[in-house]
Protein backbone atom coordinates (compact mmCIF):
# COMPACT_ATOMS: atom_id res chain seq x y z
CA UNK A 1 0.00 0.00 0.00
CA UNK A 2 1.00 4.02 -1.03
CA UNK A 3 3.32 4.96 2.32
CA UNK A 4 0.64 7.46 4.44
CA UNK A 5 2.22 10.07 6.34
CA UNK A 6 -0.05 12.92 7.46
CA UNK A 7 -3.53 13.67 6.02
CA UNK A 8 -4.36 17.80 6.76
CA UNK A 9 -8.45 18.38 6.82
CA UNK A 10 -9.33 21.75 7.76
CA UNK A 11 -12.57 23.26 6.96
CA UNK A 12 -15.20 25.45 8.81
CA UNK A 13 -16.78 24.84 12.06
CA UNK A 14 -19.89 22.13 11.24
CA UNK A 15 -18.65 20.80 8.40
CA UNK A 16 -17.79 16.93 9.44
CA UNK A 17 -13.84 17.23 9.50
CA UNK A 18 -13.89 15.41 12.79
CA UNK A 19 -16.58 12.57 11.76
CA UNK A 20 -14.73 12.42 8.52
CA UNK A 21 -11.45 12.27 10.37
CA UNK A 22 -11.93 9.51 12.65
CA UNK A 23 -13.70 7.31 9.92
CA UNK A 24 -11.03 7.69 7.50
CA UNK A 25 -8.15 6.90 10.19
CA UNK A 26 -10.34 3.61 11.46
CA UNK A 27 -10.29 2.56 7.88
CA UNK A 28 -6.86 3.23 6.82
CA UNK A 29 -5.39 2.22 10.74
CA UNK A 30 -3.56 4.79 11.79
CA UNK A 31 -4.19 7.15 14.14
CA UNK A 32 -6.90 9.97 14.62
CA UNK A 33 -5.20 13.88 15.73
CA UNK A 34 -8.33 15.22 17.31
CA UNK A 35 -6.39 18.80 17.56
CA UNK A 36 -10.37 20.91 17.93
CA UNK A 37 -10.32 18.92 21.11
CA UNK A 38 -7.26 19.96 22.45
CA UNK A 39 -7.54 23.89 22.20
CA UNK A 40 -11.49 23.29 23.41
CA UNK A 41 -10.15 21.86 26.52
CA UNK A 42 -7.37 24.13 26.88
CA UNK A 43 -10.54 27.31 26.10
CA UNK A 44 -12.70 26.00 28.81
CA UNK A 45 -9.64 25.63 31.50
CA UNK A 46 -8.41 29.00 30.75
CA UNK A 47 -12.02 30.20 31.12
CA UNK A 48 -12.88 28.28 34.10
CA UNK A 49 -9.98 30.01 35.98
CA UNK A 50 -11.28 33.28 34.47
CA UNK A 51 -8.47 33.94 32.39
CA UNK A 52 -9.69 35.95 29.37
CA UNK A 53 -9.19 35.56 26.03
CA UNK A 54 -6.16 38.50 25.70
CA UNK A 55 -2.32 38.68 25.69
CA UNK A 56 -1.39 38.65 29.36
CA UNK A 57 1.16 37.09 31.97
CA UNK A 58 -1.59 36.05 33.49
CA UNK A 59 -2.59 33.84 30.48
CA UNK A 60 1.37 33.14 29.55
CA UNK A 61 1.49 31.48 33.50
CA UNK A 62 -1.57 29.38 33.07
CA UNK A 63 -0.66 28.21 29.83
CA UNK A 64 2.19 26.62 31.12
CA UNK A 65 0.22 25.11 33.97
CA UNK A 66 -2.47 23.05 31.63
CA UNK A 67 -1.74 19.64 30.23
CA UNK A 68 -4.16 17.91 27.78
CA UNK A 69 -4.58 14.51 27.14
CA UNK A 70 -6.11 12.21 24.45
CA UNK A 71 -6.82 8.78 24.59
CA UNK A 72 -9.45 5.98 23.37
CA UNK A 73 -11.62 8.98 22.47
CA UNK A 74 -11.65 10.63 25.58
CA UNK A 75 -10.11 14.34 26.48
CA UNK A 76 -8.51 15.12 29.94
CA UNK A 77 -7.36 18.82 31.41
CA UNK A 78 -4.93 18.33 33.87
CA UNK A 79 -6.50 14.80 34.65
CA UNK A 80 -10.46 16.29 34.38
CA UNK A 81 -12.56 14.40 31.93
CA UNK A 82 -13.93 17.18 30.03
CA UNK A 83 -14.78 14.99 26.89
CA UNK A 84 -18.58 15.92 27.47
CA UNK A 85 -18.38 19.33 28.40
CA UNK A 86 -16.37 20.88 25.54
CA UNK A 87 -18.69 19.75 23.00
CA UNK A 88 -21.17 22.77 23.32
CA UNK A 89 -21.85 26.02 21.45
CA UNK A 90 -20.36 28.09 24.10
CA UNK A 91 -17.07 26.34 24.07
CA UNK A 92 -16.69 26.50 20.30
CA UNK A 93 -17.13 30.36 20.24
CA UNK A 94 -14.73 30.07 23.66
CA UNK A 95 -12.08 27.86 21.55
CA UNK A 96 -12.48 30.46 18.24
CA UNK A 97 -10.92 33.80 20.66
CA UNK A 98 -8.51 31.79 22.59
CA UNK A 99 -6.97 30.33 19.49
CA UNK A 100 -6.48 33.45 18.02
CA UNK A 101 -3.83 34.44 20.95
CA UNK A 102 -0.14 33.81 19.61
CA UNK A 103 1.05 32.42 23.19
CA UNK A 104 -2.29 29.73 23.05
CA UNK A 105 -1.09 28.48 18.76
CA UNK A 106 2.69 28.74 20.09
CA UNK A 107 2.05 26.38 23.57
CA UNK A 108 0.06 24.23 21.52
CA UNK A 109 1.76 24.24 17.51
CA UNK A 110 4.68 21.88 19.01
CA UNK A 111 2.65 19.25 20.67
CA UNK A 112 0.94 18.81 17.51
CA UNK A 113 3.53 18.37 15.41
CA UNK A 114 5.36 15.66 18.00
CA UNK A 115 2.44 13.88 17.51
CA UNK A 116 3.68 13.01 13.69
CA UNK A 117 6.59 11.51 14.69
CA UNK A 118 4.92 8.43 16.23
CA UNK A 119 3.95 7.71 12.72
CA UNK A 120 1.15 7.85 9.83
CA UNK A 121 -2.34 9.97 11.27
CA UNK A 122 -5.14 11.98 10.65
CA UNK A 123 -5.36 15.56 11.67
CA UNK A 124 -8.67 18.10 11.18
CA UNK A 125 -8.93 21.88 12.40
CA UNK A 126 -8.24 25.09 11.13
CA UNK A 127 -5.04 25.08 10.26
CA UNK A 128 -3.58 21.71 9.65
CA UNK A 129 -2.71 22.03 6.18
CA UNK A 130 -1.43 25.67 6.11
CA UNK A 131 0.54 26.18 9.43
CA UNK A 132 1.35 23.04 11.83
CA UNK A 133 1.78 19.90 8.86
CA UNK A 134 2.33 22.33 6.02
CA UNK A 135 4.40 19.42 4.26
CA UNK A 136 1.49 16.88 4.24
CA UNK A 137 1.54 15.04 1.47
CA UNK A 138 -2.54 15.17 1.67
CA UNK A 139 -4.15 18.29 2.30
CA UNK A 140 -8.11 18.89 2.04
CA UNK A 141 -10.13 21.77 3.11
CA UNK A 142 -13.90 19.98 3.84
CA UNK A 143 -16.61 22.62 3.55
CA UNK A 144 -20.66 22.85 3.14
CA UNK A 145 -22.74 25.69 2.88
CA UNK A 146 -24.04 27.37 6.47
CA UNK A 147 -27.32 26.16 6.24
CA UNK A 148 -25.95 22.42 6.12
CA UNK A 149 -23.73 23.10 9.12
CA UNK A 150 -25.87 24.32 11.03
CA UNK A 151 -28.54 21.55 11.10
CA UNK A 152 -25.94 18.93 11.35
CA UNK A 153 -24.50 20.56 14.44
CA UNK A 154 -28.13 21.49 15.63
CA UNK A 155 -29.22 17.50 15.36
CA UNK A 156 -26.33 16.85 17.07
CA UNK A 157 -26.80 18.75 19.75
CA UNK A 158 -30.70 18.22 20.44
CA UNK A 159 -29.70 13.95 20.36
CA UNK A 160 -27.90 15.38 23.72
CA UNK A 161 -30.43 17.31 24.95
CA UNK A 162 -28.35 20.80 24.48
CA UNK A 163 -29.43 22.33 21.48
CA UNK A 164 -30.25 25.93 20.96
CA UNK A 165 -32.95 27.00 18.19
CA UNK A 166 -32.01 26.35 14.57
CA UNK A 167 -31.92 29.81 13.93
CA UNK A 168 -29.08 30.06 17.32
CA UNK A 169 -26.78 28.01 15.76
CA UNK A 170 -27.35 29.16 12.25
CA UNK A 171 -25.57 33.00 13.97
CA UNK A 172 -23.63 30.86 16.44
CA UNK A 173 -21.51 29.23 13.23
CA UNK A 174 -21.60 32.92 10.93
CA UNK A 175 -19.96 33.86 13.97
CA UNK A 176 -17.75 31.58 14.38
CA UNK A 177 -16.86 31.60 10.47
CA UNK A 178 -16.30 35.55 10.59
CA UNK A 179 -13.66 34.94 14.10
CA UNK A 180 -12.13 32.21 12.09
CA UNK A 181 -11.85 33.58 8.90
CA UNK A 182 -10.50 37.07 9.52
CA UNK A 183 -8.05 36.47 12.68
CA UNK A 184 -4.84 37.85 11.93
CA UNK A 185 -2.88 34.64 13.16
CA UNK A 186 -3.59 31.65 11.04
CA UNK A 187 -7.04 32.61 9.32
CA UNK A 188 -9.13 30.01 8.46
CA UNK A 189 -8.20 29.63 4.79
CA UNK A 190 -7.34 26.66 2.13
CA UNK A 191 -3.51 25.69 1.69
CA UNK A 192 -2.76 26.48 -2.10
CA UNK A 193 -2.53 23.15 -2.76
CA UNK A 194 -5.69 21.86 -0.95
CA UNK A 195 -8.22 19.61 -2.66
CA UNK A 196 -11.56 21.38 -2.09
CA UNK A 197 -14.56 19.18 -1.07
CA UNK A 198 -17.83 20.78 -0.71
CA UNK A 199 -19.71 17.78 1.64
CA UNK A 200 -23.57 20.32 1.36
CA UNK A 201 -24.93 16.90 -0.72
CA UNK A 202 -22.63 14.15 0.47
CA UNK A 203 -23.13 11.45 3.43
CA UNK A 204 -19.79 10.86 5.31
CA UNK A 205 -19.45 7.46 4.00
CA UNK A 206 -19.50 9.44 0.53
CA UNK A 207 -16.91 11.69 1.52
CA UNK A 208 -14.50 8.89 3.22
CA UNK A 209 -14.76 6.99 0.05
CA UNK A 210 -14.10 9.80 -1.89
CA UNK A 211 -11.30 10.55 0.07
CA UNK A 212 -9.82 7.06 0.27
CA UNK A 213 -9.73 7.25 -3.91
CA UNK A 214 -7.90 10.60 -4.17
CA UNK A 215 -5.31 9.07 -2.11
CA UNK A 216 -4.66 5.38 -2.86
CA UNK A 217 -5.96 6.33 -6.35
CA UNK A 218 -5.51 2.55 -8.22
CA UNK A 219 -4.49 1.05 -4.91
CA UNK A 220 -8.49 1.43 -3.75
CA UNK A 221 -10.64 -1.26 -4.06
CA UNK A 222 -14.07 0.14 -2.46
Not at 89 to 99: E, G, M, T
Not at 143 to 158: G, P, Q
Request: net charge neutral; with cysteine.
Amino acid sequence: MKRIGVIAIDGPAGAGKSTVARELARRLGIRYLDTGAIYRAVALWLDGRGVPPCESPALRKALNDVTVRLENGRVEVNDADVTDKIRTPRVSDLASSYSALPSVRERLLALQREQALAGPLVADGRDMGTVVFPLAPLKIFLTASCDERANRRWKELKERGDAPSLEEMKASLARRDDQDEHRELSPLRPAPEAWELDSSNMTVEQVVEAVLRRLLGDEYAG
